[in-house]
């Protein structure tokens, strides 16, 4: 029994370190499954940038390594499967033998009844069926245990916050930023510095600047999407960390630089986050930002499904979409960044238009590149490496001579 016994602990050592072994590489094999799906969703996504730059022989490649590594791993797994059980049913069966010469020893035979030794060999020998049994389940179990730890952390994440408590239900939108400092969570610089603003309720605030300036961050604050660094953003004097997000954001619009469609028809796309909508107000919205014309159109009009993210449409329709999406919501604040950028000038002249229906009546904060449609702002902020350089009404920012001058002049030139 004691020389029994003492294998216990070198079988206990063996499982523990196979198990551990299971884990790790069950854990390699989830990353590099990831591997395989994300490259083939990029290269599927991606398909005409990989023709267009005949990068195909580069994109095998990429795939063929990620495969490998995937395989590599699996061949491990199987390896460390197939050997594990004859490694722990070695150390018994040792245990075994070695008990059973010692029994056969002249000295030992005399004092052990045939009785007792038949049955103690058979009690040994049933012990093993389920010592194999048991090193099969924990492959299964370690690569369980490696799945539940994936999923853990994916649940533990911290959600955002939620904690404001100010349920009212109208704003008017009244913007006001107080020195507001923000930096990424991942960067190691501050983006925006001591940016301090006051738009009243329907009025219109521009923000120019080069491009990675912070302009597009500067706005998309207002929806809370990341929380600030010290200052305050206030809207008709509540502080938004006070709102809850769902009335937060039912209060702002956003018509954003990338265009997000649904797989859905255009109607559903236009409506999208607002219930029972009639079909007449989709109608009116789709006229208003000029997309009824390219609606009509289409086979079957509000009802044509427009693909995974919008692929059947051009980037000016998909931007006129999401015209008449913010149109349709009456959201007392608009974003407007960048929002007729993939437009031609005639498209953009009616969308200008359509723009112009839309900032009635309410808060907009808009971000253009091409000054002219701009200069009607009743605030214009000029953005430079994360600060405000100037700010004033298209007329006085011409006579700063500085940064919107310059701005203006370029543009001019290039306009001739
Ligand atoms: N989600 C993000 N995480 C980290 N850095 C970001 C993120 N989005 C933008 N940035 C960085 O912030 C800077 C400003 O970007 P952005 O606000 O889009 O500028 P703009 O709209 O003026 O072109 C850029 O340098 C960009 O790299
Ligand atoms: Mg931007």
């Not at 930023?177 to 940016?195: N, R």
């Not at 521009?206 to 929380?227: D, E, I, M, Q």
């Not at 859905?264 to 607002?274: F, M, R, S």
């Not at 009116?284 to 009009?301: N, V, Y």
Request: proline share 3%; charged share 15%.
């Amino acid at each position: 029994s004691l020389i029994i016994l003492t294998t216990v602990p070198i079988i206990a050592y063996f499982v523990y370190r196979i198990s551990h072994r299971f884990r790790r590489i069950s854990k390699n094999i989830q990353d590099s499954m990831g591997d395989v799906g994300h490259i083939c969703n990029e290269v599927i996504d991606g398909h005409r940038e990989v023709k267009a730059f005949s990068s195909q022989m580069i994109e095998k490649q990429r795939f063929a390594i990620a495969n490998q590594k995937n395989r590599r791993q699996r061949m491990k797994k199987i390896a460390t499967e197939a050997t594990a059980q004859p490694l722990i049913q070695f150390v018994a069966v040792i245990g075994l033998a070695t008990v059973i010469y010692l029994a056969t020893l002249p000295h030992w035979l005399d004092s052990i009844s045939v009785g007792t030794f038949i049955s103690f060999i058979t009690a040994m020998f049933m012990i093993l069926t389920p010592l194999k049994r048991l090193t099969k389940i924990n492959s299964k179990l370690q690569a369980g245990i490696a799945a539940a730890q994936s999923i853990f952390n994916l649940i533990d994440q911290v959600p955002e916050q939620d904690k404001g408590n100010h349920h009212t239900t109208i704003l008017q939108g009244d913007v006001k930023y107080q020195s507001v400092h923000f930096k990424y969570p991942t960067a190691h610089h501050s983006l925006l510095k001591d940016i301090s603003f006051h738009v009243r309720p329907g009025e219109t605030i521009a923000f120019v600047g080069h491009s990675g300036s912070g302009k597009t961050s500067l706005v998309n604050l207002l929806t809370r999407l990341y929380p600030l660094q010290s200052g305050e953003i206030m809207i008709d004097d509540i502080d938004i960390q006070q709102l809850p997000l769902g009335i937060l954001r039912k209060h702002v619009a956003i018509v954003g630089q990338h265009v997000t469609l649904f797989n859905d028809t255009i109607a559903n796309n236009i409506a999208y986050g607002q219930n029972n909508i009639s079909e007449q107000h989709i109608i009116e919205a789709a006229k208003a930002a000029h997309a009824w014309s390219f609606i009509q159109t289409l086979p079957e009009g509000l009802a044509t499904q427009i693909g995974e993210n919008g692929i059947l449409l051009s980037g000016g329709q998909r931007q006129r979409l999401a015209i008449a999406r913010a149109l349709l919501s009456q959201a007392p604040i608009l974003i407007l960044d960048e929002a007729t950028a993939s437009l031609d000038s005639q498209s953009e002249h009616h969308i200008q238009i359509a723009l112009d229906n839309l900032k009635r009546n309410r808060t907009t904060l808009v971000i253009a590149h091409r000054l002219s449609t701009i200069e009607q702002a009743d605030h214009i902020l000029v953005i430079h490496e994360g600060r405000i350089v100037e700010s004033g009404c298209h007329q006085q920012l011409l006579q700063l001579q500085g940064h919107y001058a310059q701005l203006h002049q370029l543009q001019f030139e290039n306009t001739q």
